[in-house]
């Protein structure tokens, strides 16, 4: 149990639909970070936000983009929906606090495209 | 840039068996390095993680892993298997210049262990 909460744990939506996924951060963390983790592949690095900013983003294209609310929960947003977007999305919150590093990750959310 | 690669996306052992697990990174500056698994629909647990401090790192389960510069390398062990250790193990990689976490995974490796 890492204190961060996801929402839904599945969801299936058809090609072109727009998707919102949710994620609560553990108390106290004010960093949130989102991940695609495709079928047998790793986690790669969709975005992150700090302090309800973005701060950093990895290769993904805008149709992605999300939010963070000041009690620092976050959300993903997915417009245009395609079949490669199937796949499990995990969120992950930290603290920024000098060389601090870790982070805690829910357990996702399974999203399938069809 | 950083990346870490894996080698071996399927390793078995046998029940008591030492676990080795491989893992090669790149990054232009001094890297933070973690080991996390994942079991099945479940998400990441963190294992261990070298920020610099000693290069032979403990983790939770009886795992440790050596970070070796000369060979970019933190490859993961563990003495003796146990059939609970069965499971997806990721290395990842992230820029100590940034404090928030951002990782770059490489894909994996699938760990079955034989009775």
């Known amino acids: 149990e890492t204190g961060v909460t996801q929402s839904p744990t599945h969801l299936i939506k058809t090609r072109g639909q727009q998707v919102t996924l949710r994620c609560s951060s553990q108390?106290?963390?004010?960093?949130v970070s989102w991940y695609q983790q495709a079928l047998g592949q790793g986690p790669q690095f969709i975005f992150q936000?700090?302090?309800?900013?973005?701060?950093g983003r990895g290769n993904f294209p805008p149709r992605f983009s999300g939010l963070q609310f000041p009690n620092y929960s976050s959300e993903l947003n997915v417009n245009a929906l395609e079949l490669d977007d199937s796949a499990l999305y995990l969120c992950a919150s930290s603290v920024r606090q000098g060389r601090r590093t870790e982070a805690f990750f829910g357990q996702g959310t399974r999203l399938t495209v069809v | 840039a950083q990346s870490v690669t894996q080698l071996g996306s399927h390793v078995s052992v046998s029940e008591g068996a030492l676990v080795l697990l491989r893992c090669n990174y790149s990054?232009?500056?001094?890297?933070?390095l973690f080991w996390y698994v994942q079991y099945p629909n479940q998400g990441l647990q963190l294992l261990l993680k070298?920020?610099?401090?000693?290069?032979l790192v403990k983790g939770i389960n009886g795992f440790e892993a050596e970070f070796k510069k000369s060979e970019t390398s933190f490859h993961l062990t563990k003495p003796s298997a146990h059939m609970s250790d069965a499971a997806e193990y990721f290395c990842a990689v992230s820029d100590p210049r940034n404090t928030g976490n951002q990782f770059y995974f490489g894909t994996g490796t699938s760990l079955t262990v034989i009775p």
């Open positions: 108390s106290g963390h004010n960093t």
């Open positions: 070298y920020t610099s401090a000693a290069t």
């Open positions: 990054s232009s500056v001094p890297p933070y």
């Open positions: 936000y700090y302090r309800e900013e973005e701060n």
